[in-house]
């Protein structure tokens, strides 16, 4: 069992950066790759970045494609998301998956097997 816990949202002005965190936990950790997606109020989870865990092999929407980056360390089983030049329509809650088996793809949720809680992201303009 994979336990997969996000850090370091909140509010923030446009512009601005934030750093998020996810922490995984369980007796075997060993991921295809790790994703993060999020959800805004009213509308479908969405593909936000993911990095293959062994390669770290990184793949972006379009949208935060040049302000967001993803990250690993695969010593402390942390997936990172480090956001700059924030907009109000990056405000969502931002949930971390992880993807157990190889599917070559990378942006379904459907390929992620398990799922953080999410940390929310404000950004006001």
């Known amino acids: 069992q994979v336990q997969l816990v996000e850090s370091g949202g909140g509010l923030v002005q446009a512009g601005d950066s934030l750093r998020l965190s996810c922490a995984a936990s369980?007796?075997?950790?060993?991921?295809?790759?790790m994703g993060w997606f999020r959800q805004a109020p009213g509308r479908e989870r969405e593909f936000v970045a993911a990095?293959?865990?062994?390669?770290?092999?990184?793949y972006y929407a379009h949208d935060v494609s040049g302000r967001f980056t993803i990250s690993r360390d695969n010593a402390k089983n942390t997936v990172y998301l480090t956001m700059n030049s924030l907009k109000p329509e990056d405000t969502a809650v931002y949930y971390c998956?992880?993807?157990?088996?190889?599917?070559?793809?990378?942006?379904?949720?459907?390929?992620?097997?398990?799922w953080g809680q999410g940390t929310r992201v404000t950004v006001s303009s």
């Open positions: 998956a992880a993807q157990h088996s190889p599917s070559g793809n990378y942006y379904s949720d459907e390929t992620f097997g398990s």
């Open positions: 369980g007796r075997t950790f060993n991921p295809v790759a």
């Open positions: 990095i293959t865990w062994s390669g770290g092999g990184t």
